[in-house]
């Protein structure tokens, strides 16, 4: 379930008119791994992976596409990030 099915469609359209959109290039981390939260990502166009950089070789925990939403956990509990969030292809955020 994403994050944004529990808004109302109010709380939505202003959430997205406050949105920043962001083309990042494949490969390039997005969240990384201990840093604070702020910023909650939707995958607009592309795909995301999510990643525990902790082993090696690393674990790639999930892959995710249009619609998914990452960084929400950390925003909503104001504590560090849990995982590595990088773009698999080129994505729209």
């Not at 379930?1 to 494949?26: D, G, I, K, N, W």
């Not at 525990?52 to 960084?71: C, F, K, N, T």
């Amino acid at each position: 379930m994403s994050l944004f099915t529990l808004l109302t469609a109010e709380s939505r359209e202003r959430l997205e008119r406050l949105a920043e959109r962001v083309v990042v290039p494949a490969r390039s981390r997005i969240i990384r791994r201990g840093d604070a939260g702020g910023d909650i990502f939707r995958v607009e166009r592309g795909s995301v992976e999510v990643v525990d950089s902790r082993s090696r070789p690393e674990v790639i925990l999930d892959v995710l596409g249009p619609g998914a939403v990452v960084g929400e956990l950390s925003f909503l509990a104001g504590e560090p990030r849990s995982a590595d969030v990088r773009a698999f292809e080129e994505t729209i955020l």
